[in-house]
């Protein structure tokens, strides 16, 4: 049973940096894509970046520039890397894999962003 798991969400001011991992258990790791999405309070899920197997990424407008996604197949593992903060990607952060029907995710991980 492949299972995501979410962590390094905390509590930030404006400006500051976190970095969120999502374990990826089960072996099909390396040839999967994985996604970031964010859920902000009273709103709908939203879409943030994806990474490939072969480690192209793509990402939404409002956090281009200021996040970095990675992958460590070593590790099984995913990064986000979050720079620059700002009130407005208070969420909760989930990963995701789409290969299968339905789309899995983890549990996900609460980012506040407030000074």
């Known amino acids: 049973q492949v299972q995501l798991v979410e962590s390094g969400g905390g509590s930030v001011q404006p400006g500051g940096s976190l970095r969120l991992s999502c374990a990826v258990s089960?072996?099909?790791?390396?040839?999967?894509?994985v996604y970031w999405y964010r859920q902000p309070p009273g709103s709908q899920r939203e879409f943030v970046a994806v990474?490939?197997?072969?480690?192209?990424?793509a990402y939404v407008d409002a956090v281009r520039g200021r996040f970095t996604i990675s992958r460590d197949n070593a590790k099984n593992t995913i990064y986000l890397q979050m720079d620059s903060l700002k009130p407005e990607d208070t969420a909760i952060y989930y990963c995701?894999?789409?290969?299968?029907?339905?789309?899995?995710w983890g549990q996900g991980t609460q980012v506040t962003v407030s000074s």
């Open positions: 990474i490939t197997s072969g480690g192209n990424t």
């Open positions: 089960g072996s099909i790791f390396s040839v999967i894509a």
């Open positions: 995701m894999r789409r290969d299968v029907s339905p789309p899995q």
